[in-house]
């Protein structure tokens, strides 16, 4: 069995390099990612990104365990408010295309 963390446990800001060797050091098998509006996965996640990350993960001999997401915590699709439930609605669409 391997074993994973998530990127939360490193809090935010923490670039994702580093968050990969606090892993590998820790003596992880894998990381988790997680997509947030700021983060090195955000809403415009393209397959360049994909690459990229991957690489990134392989070259410190970790996988990438899985990805969860925190873009739609700050909105909300039952919102009174029509803009709002638009941009919600714009963020969820985003957020489908790198997953």
């Known amino acids: ?9 490193y809090g935010t800001g923490r670039p994702l390099i580093e968050c990969l060797r606090i892993t590998k050091q820790a003596g992880f098998q894998g990381l988790e990612l997680l997509r ?7 809403p415009r996640f393209t397959s360049e990104d994909v690459s990229r990350i991957a ?3 392989r070259d ?3 996988e990438i365990s ?7 915590q700050p909105f909300n699709l039952t919102s009174e408010d029509a803009a709002e439930r638009e941009m919600t609605d714009q963020v969820r669409e985003e957020s489908t295309h790198g997953a």
């Open 60 to 62: 410190e001999g970790l």
């Open 55 to 57: 690489r990134l993960a």
């Open 36 to 42: 947030r509006l700021d983060g090195d996965v955000g």
């Open 1 to 9: 069995m391997k074993k994973a963390i998530s990127v939360l446990a």
């Open 66 to 72: 899985g990805l969860s997401t925190a873009i739609q």
